[in-house]
């Protein structure tokens, strides 16, 4: 392959609503070096106060303006040591042993916080419908069970990372955790499925107001979840 199209990566836009923007930067003959994909913050699907008392505005906005910006940032600037062509960020993900730790840690924080905004809302909360909690009562026997379960990944997960409820290959159910910015669309991870539910137990996600109770954070969570785009997640 020429180098200049090798270097022309187009990582355009595919996930829908995963705050990817393509930036169709001098994709000519001209300038073919030059082109590249940007990410960029996606915006709250609801204001920054409206998940409390759940979850604390200041908390909010310093989490999705701060941290999940600076994830961004980072990821962006990563990227232009990539050569490789990829369409979307799970193709990147997919591919991450690949990469360098600071795509790494950035294109999972991007991923995982786009993905973790979504599944929260407002009153949300209450419990599985359809085709979602028919396979919740299959794999775990009830949902009481999935959600003890997937509280102990929570709780369990030494130092920062993530909970997951996750599809397999197989199409089945499984309950997980990753440090870090890890998560299960990762080659590396330990187990890999498409993700359902996504928790952060980043101290960043909970210490300005529930302070060392991790387990008071998770407890409250269930109460602004969404599970219409947990369906989503399933269905996909
Ligand atoms: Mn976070």
Known sequence: MHNNSRRNFIKQSA???????????????ASLADSSTTFSLPALPYKYEELEPHIDALTMQIHHSKHHQAYVDNLNKALKDVTT???TIEEILKNISKHTAAVRNN??????????WKLMKPNGGGTPTGSLSDAIN??????EKMKQLFNDAAKSRFGSGWAWLIKNA??????????????PLMDVAEKNGKPIL????WEHAYYLKYQHKRADYVAAWWNVLNWDEAAKNFAA
Not at 107 to 116: D, E, K, Q
């Open 15 to 29: 996930i829908a609503g995963a705050g990817l923007v393509f930036a169709a930067r001098g994709i000519s003959n």
């Open 85 to 87: 062509t990829y369409k």
């Open 107 to 116: 294109g999972g924080g991007h991923y995982n916080h786009t993905l973790f």
């Open 138 to 143: 299959t794999t775990f026997g009830d949902f």
């Open 170 to 183: 197989e199409g089945k159910l499984e309950i997980t955790s990753t440090p870090n910015q890890d998560n």
């Open 198 to 201: 996504a928790l952060d137990v």
